[in-house]
């Protein structure tokens, strides 16, 4: 354990157990109940957020929807949503223009017919700029502290971690970067699209094995993940997400499995590649990511092929139309409401959804509206988001003591920096920070994320997926993390990293509360958890702010302000999103 400047803070002994006591504090958090039925899918097309009205709302309204849906809470953001009301802010949230990653090398990686390697004469920072995920780190990190469309970051973080590619196994800055722009221009589209866009990219085609694969052996792995993880699931469901029949019955076999490979066969990297030995195997294309992998007929299987859903392939069809049939059998499976709303939900707002919450949310995936959202098709994307928002279930001012989500490493990075008016290129959130909490953004260990959305809160019936990423040691580091922010400085820029900043908090606009330490603690506690601490746990921490005393200049101040953000963002009220 590594926290420095011991003696500068009299709390900490205290406060370390209380943040030991974490993981007993996310057990005792639940899952409300909700109603029944859904709100009725209004039959004209939906208005424009500015013919929302406002509905104002509370402060702790507004920052658990900061929480839910943005990178974390700043004071005007939190004015903003309370004077909009949810359902205004979130419509205004989905028409923000479009953040991107802009960052890194061009597809010449797989263009080079040179002698020797690519990266001769190109420097010390060649793999890294022109080969690895970091450019892509930065730029997310940038976009999350700082850009307007807080949502659709959050829904496309969400999709990445469903719809999972990793630098660890596929490399070439440009294809990454190609594959979560997609990631974010679909965020508010429809799933049909993110599915045919997933099955299309050829950074996914090499890390699931579906470029170039051919009809003579076609490789499984995609097809089977497509089913497993991106759309329906192994056990078949009931519409509120509970196992039908109460046991697992497969939703498929493996024949079902080597169907859909069949099907997927015939697919090749977009032209535009080249090698100094030719393209191989002869007749496709030389692997390049800039683009949509195009359909090769000679190595499609044209079999008849049966699939889910009734939906089955004639003999002699293409691979485009094989596609086409994927989708179809895919999107009108009862499974893929409940199983991809359920896991939107565990990212955005609790990891314990009520089996109705999941149902209401499938159904506007299913019906493709909610209230004023959605165009009425079959999973559209804005419907769905917005029933998992505003639902009664994610809005409720009292939730249960199962309900709510411990916050991921990137939220906590994100969070911190955002309500403490931060600012950060990212570099230290990668190769350092985000190996410490083993959240390393655009490297997850597998296909199957950095967490899965079912591990097991031990000792309970509850699911909390990123306890996957938590014990002793990151929850420790979780502490130095703060303590890095606020006691050690940050980072500063460093010389190698484009337009270079740093990471930083700056403290100076709470200075002003820290003659009186109680208005210090609850103006950040008001802003980070929407309400004051429990009344023990506030004493508590006011007299550690009052141990930086007199107040008689501004180092003195500045302390106050360190040592309040400390125990907050370090409390496990903060910890856990709720």
């Known amino acids: ?75 005007s953001l939190v004015a903003t949503i309370r004077a909009q009301g949810p359902a205004k802010w979130i419509a205004e949230q ?24 690519f990266c001769d004469g190109r420097g010390t920072t060649c793999w890294r700029d022109w080969w690895s995920s970091t450019p892509l780190l930065w730029d997310f990190y940038r976009n999350a502290v700082n850009n307007p469309d807080q949502l659709r970051q959050r829904v496309a973080l969400a999709l990445q971690q469903i719809l999972v590619v990793s630098n660890l196994e596929v490399e070439g800055t440009y294809g990454l970067r190609n594959y979560h722009n997609m990631l974010l221009e679909q965020s508010f589209g429809n799933y049909r699209e993110v599915l045919r866009k997933v099955s ?15 009809r003579a052996a076609p490789n499984e792995n995609f097809a089977r993940e497509l089913l497993q993880l991106f759309s329906i699931g192994t056990c078949e469901l009931n519409p509120n997400g509970t196992l039908k029949g109460g046991r697992c019955l497969p939703t498929y076999d493996n024949d079902t499995v080597r169907a859909y490979a ?22 496709l294309n030389c692997r390049y990511y800039g683009g949509d992998m195009v359909p090769v007929a000679a190595y499609h299987d044209s079999s008849a092929r049966t699939l889910l859903s009734g939906v089955s392939l004639p003999a002699g069809h293409t691979a485009p139309q094989a596609l086409e049939a994927v989708l179809d059998s895919l999107m009108n499976h009862p499974n893929i409401g409940p199983f991809i709303g359920k896991q939107l939900i565990q990212h955005l707002v609790t990891s314990n959804p009520s089996p109705a919450y ?54 906590l990075f994100t969070g911190m920096l955002r309500a403490l008016n931060g600012r950060t290129d990212g570099e230290a959130l990668g190769w350092w920070w985000g190996e410490q909490l083993r959240q390393h953004l655009f490297r997850p260990p597998s296909v199957f994320n950095f967490y899965p959305p079912d591990y097991p809160v031990a000792g309970t019936a509850l699911v909390g997926p990123a306890f996957g990423i938590h014990n002793a040691n990151t929850a420790l580091q979780r502490i130095n993390f703060v303590n890095y922010l606020l006691f050690w400085g940050g980072s500063p820029p460093s010389a190698d990293v484009p337009n270079a900043v740093g990471t930083s908090v700056d403290l100076r606009g709470f200075m002003a509360d820290a003659d009186v330490a109680a208005n210090l603690v609850d103006r950040l506690s008001m802003l980070v958890l929407g309400e004051t601490l429990p009344a023990t746990a506030r004493t508590q921490v006011i007299d550690a702010v009052e141990a930086f005393a007199p107040v008689n200049n501004d180092t003195v101040r500045l302390n106050r302000v360190r040592q309040a953000a400390y125990l907050i963002f370090a409390s496990p009220q903060y910890q856990v999103i709720r």
Request: overall charge negative; proline content about 9%.
């Open 358 to 411: 999941v149902q209401r949310v499938a159904t506007a995936f299913n019906t493709g509206r909610f209230d004023s959202f959605g165009t009425g098709q079959r999973g559209d994307m804005r419907a769905t988001v917005a029933a998992i928002l505003l639902d009664p279930e994610a809005r409720t001012p009292q939730p249960g003591t199962t309900f709510g989500r411990l916050r991921e490493p990137v939220q």
């Open 200 to 214: 299309l990219s050829p950074v996914m085609g090499d890390y699931l094995n579906n470029a170039n694969n051919d």
């Open 94 to 117: 989905m028409n923000q223009p479009v953040s991107r990653y802009t960052s890194g090398g061009t597809g010449a990686v797989h263009q080079h017919t040179g002698t020797g390697n």
């Open 1 to 75: 354990m590594d926290i420095r400047n011991a003696d500068t803070h009299p709390m900490r002994t205290h406060h370390l157990v209380l943040y030991a006591a974490l993981s007993a504090a996310v057990v005792g958090l639940a899952a409300c109940g909700g109603g029944s039925g859904a709100s009725p899918a209004p039959a004209e097309p939906a208005p424009p957020a500015a013919s929302l009205p406002d509905v104002p709302t509370t402060q702790r309204d507004a920052v658990r929807l900061a929480d839910q849906a943005s990178f974390g809470p700043t004071e």
């Open 262 to 283: 069949y099907a997927l066969t015939g697919w090749t990297y977009p032209p535009g590649g080249a090698a100094a030995g030719g393209c191989w195997p002869q007749g």
